[in-house]
Structure formats: structure tokens, C-alpha cells
């Protein structure tokens, strides 16, 4: 079957740094996504990695490895506004979003 | 580019009356749209997939005949909940299936809040 695991909650510093991790099983496989919700907002759209690797954009970096089913969003110097969930979905190969969850995350000062 | 609007963005409504809810891409083709529900706490659920010109297809558990769904254009898809019940007050959000830099995404529209008294 098709899953996305991703931690419920995560409670870091403002200033600091914070992972967020993602495990997935997909029918097959075209790429991987993370977006941010706040709460009462749709998801607005942050990554997405289809090749091994890190890809950077600023503050948020976003990471894969397709032979371990697993990626990570890495938020750098937190603040207060980055309070949010942060959604992981796979792509299947139909192209559809299977989604995690989501995990909270608590910015704290 | 790849904006997608919802309207309206909250409707409150009586006990077994329909709500109709409008997705639209604004500045691209879609030829798929989806439906999602989204309760407090809780992540995003399909219910559908809209393909224009053709029937959706509805997830598992999700009505079809309670849950109207219509992509009549390239560029629009109304979901209809008919017949609203207070269990069906939640966060509707749709997206569209378009192109970021060569690749498959789905952009969100900003969600609707239907509440049913």
C-alpha cells in the first residue's frame, strides 16, 4: 500500500534550526513534495526533490534518497511566522499527491 | 503564474439546503482538478478527481450523489454538496494538476469554509 509517515509534532527555537523528517511508499514514484499550511490557509507549495540529493532555497533546504524512502525539510534560522504544518506528500505514478499527516510545528522564543 | 481561485471562500448555510463551491485555474489550463476536505487537527482528504469532460472519480467513503462534481471546462470544476448536514461543515480546498519547471504539481486554491447549522 501507498503511506507517508512524518512526526505529529515538533517544537523548536526561534533562531534555530529544525528537521523535519518523511518516510513514503508509493506506487511507484514521481517525485516528493513538502508544502506549509497555516492554520485555516490551503497548503502553499515549499519543494520538491525527484533526484538524490539537497535542494536549497534560502531558509528551507529540502533533501531525498530514493533507495531509503526517506526525505527531510531543514528550516534554518526559525522564526516566530514558520509556525505552521508541514505537509510531505509523494507522487505516485498516476500523479497523484499521497499525503502525510502532517507535522505541527511550535515555534518557541 | 499557476494561480487557482475558490469561491466562495466561506459559506454558512441552513440544514439540508446545497452549497455550491467553484474552483477555477486563472492563468492556466487544468485539465484535472481535485477536491479535498480537510477537518481541525486533520490532514488533507481526497475526496475526488475531477478530469474535464468526463465523470470524477471518488475516493472510497465519499458520496458521489451527495458530493456533485462538475468539470465542464478547462478551466473550471463545482463541487455541490447537496443537501448539507452540520457532519459536513469543514475546510474544502481543490487544486489543479499543472507544469512548475517541466514537472507535475498541484496548485491549491485558498479553501472554502462551510459551515452548516
Known amino acids: 500500500g501507498q503511506n507517508i509517515d512524518q512526526p505529529t509534532e515538533m517544537t523548536a527555537t526561534e533562531g534555530a534550526i529544525v528537521q523535519i523528517n518523511c518516510t513514503y511508499q508509493?506506487?511507484?514514484?514521481?517525485?516528493l513534495f513538502w508544502y506549509q499550511q497555516h492554520a485555516g490557509e490551503a497548503p502553499t507549495f515549499l519543494s520538491y526533490?525527484?533526484l538524490d540529493g539537497l535542494e536549497e532555497k534560502g531558509r528551507f533546504s529540502s533533501f531525498l534518497s530514493r533507495s531509503k524512502g526517506y526525505s527531510y525539510l531543514l528550516l534554518k534560522e526559525l522564526q516566530m511566522k514558520d509556525s505552521a504544518s508541514y505537509l510531505c506528500a509523494g507522487m505516485d505514478s498516476n500523479y497523484q499527491l499521497i499525503w502525510g499527516a502532517g507535522t505541527k510545528l511550535i515555534i518557541k522564543p | 503564474g499557476a494561480v487557482v481561485s475558490q469561491h466562495p471562500s466561506r459559506v454558512i448555510c441552513k440544514s439540508g439546503t446545497s452549497v455550491k463551491i467553484e474552483c477555477r485555474s486563472l492563468?492556466?489550463?487544468?485539465?484535472?482538478m481535485f477536491w479535498y476536505r480537510q477537518f481541525p487537527k486533520q490532514s488533507l482528504m481526497l475526496m475526488a478527481t475531477s478530469n474535464e469532460g468526463s465523470k470524477a472519480t471518488y475516493e472510497q467513503g465519499v458520496e458521489k450523489d451527495k458530493f456533485l462534481i462538475n468539470h465542464a471546462s478547462l478551466t473550471l470544476s463545482t463541487l455541490t454538496v447537496t443537501s448539507a448536514h452540520p457532519e459536513d461543515s469543514s475546510f474544502y480546498i481543490c487544486?489543479?494538476?499543472?507544469?512548475?519547471?517541466?514537472?507535475?504539481?498541484?496548485?491549491f486554491g485558498p479553501g472554502t469554509r462551510l459551515t452548516v447549522l
Open positions: 487544486s489543479a494538476r499543472g507544469e512548475r519547471e517541466g514537472y507535475n504539481e498541484q496548485f
Open positions: 508509493t506506487s511507484g514514484f514521481n517525485g
Open positions: 492563468d492556466f489550463q487544468a485539465t484535472t
Open positions: 526533490n525527484v
